[in-house]
């Protein structure tokens, strides 16, 4: 079993930077595919990055302002929002799943997921 506790969610204005925090416990998180996923109120989920060893995916929405990153000494992954939009206001979740060649972007591929935090970017 996995446990994610997400933080560094908020409120912030467009154009700003926040960072996600992702801290796993229970097993050793270098060992897991991680992902984030975003859901706005009225839409799915959407995939927004995963790390599968040291490759990185990405959608196309948040490429190039969006960064991924594991700390494995701390069991932590990150996510570094740059440039932020209004479009970008969702709950935020982070994932896991034991290492998999399956895609990177399916939700029902991940089976440890995070409580979610909320970002909010105002206009």
């Known amino acids: 079993q996995v446990q994610l506790v997400e933080s560094g969610g908020g409120l912030v204005q467009a154009g700003g930077s926040l960072r996600l925090s992702c801290a796993a416990s229970?097993?050793?998180?270098?060992?897991?595919?991680a992902g984030w996923f975003r859901q706005a109120p009225g839409k799915e989920r959407e995939f927004v990055a995963a790390?599968?060893?040291?490759?990185?995916y990405y959608a196309a929405s948040v490429k190039g302002r969006f960064t991924l990153s594991r700390d494995n000494a701390r069991n932590t992954v990150y996510l570094k929002m740059n440039s932020l939009k209004p479009e970008d206001t969702a709950v935020y979740y982070c994932?896991?799943?034991?290492?998999?060649?399956?895609?990177?972007?399916?939700?029902?591929?991940?089976?440890?997921w995070g409580q979610g935090t909320q970002v909010t970017v105002s206009s």
């Open positions: 790390v599968r060893g040291d490759t990185t």
């Open positions: 229970g097993r050793t998180f270098s060992n897991y595919d």
């Open positions: 994932a896991a799943r034991s290492f998999s060649w399956r895609s990177m972007s399916n939700s029902d591929h991940y089976n440890y």
